[in-house]
């Protein structure tokens, strides 16, 4: 398990109230979602094999160390130059990130724009998919912090 060096944030129980109705909101949109491609199959003939693979292939390209790290924090932090991006992820080597930027962009989350010098600058941006993809981890993230107690209500 990930050990967060963050101390326990307190929100106001507004807050919490509201965090909570978003994450009921989020699993509602899933259910509905499911129950929609659902409907597409003939009775009795669930692919569940397909569903899985899916399910597999929707994390696998987060399943890999330093790539969740990389999508948060360009979707935090925003657009950032290779050396910046490395001071934001902590304990990374300089071939590691280049590595995982390569595959990132070969998987549509991160673009790198080459902008015209004198000196030449050449910028880490996520791609429409790789912003996409941020805002749905972000309901992931705001249930996990409260499953590990790391958010709770002031209350």
């Known amino acids: 398990m990930l050990i967060m060096t963050q101390t326990r ?3 106001s129980n507004k807050d919490w109230k509201k965090i909570n109705s978003a994450l009921d909101q989020v699993q509602d949109n899933g259910r509905d979602i499911r ?3 659902q409907s597409y199959y003939e009775e009795g003939d669930e692919n569940m ?3 899985v693979d899916a399910a597999v292939a929707s994390f696998s390209m987060f399943s890999s160390r330093w790539t969740t790290e990389i999508l948060s924090a360009l979707y935090i932090a925003g657009d950032k130059r290779f050396n910046e991006l490395r001071s934001l992820l902590r304990g990374i080597s300089s071939r590691t990130l280049s590595d995982k930027l390569r595959s990132c962009q070969e998987n549509g989350l991160v673009e790198r724009v080459v902008e015209d010098g004198p000196p030449i600058r050449v ?3 996520l791609t429409t998919h790789g912003r996409n993809c941020g805002r749905l981890l972000g309901p992931l993230v705001a249930y996990m912090k409260i499953h590990n107690d790391m958010v709770v209500s002031e209350d």
Do not use: P, S
């Open 35 to 37: 129950q929609i491609f």
């Open 123 to 125: 910028i880490y941006r």
């Open 9 to 11: 944030m307190k929100v």
């Open 49 to 51: 094999e397909w569903e």
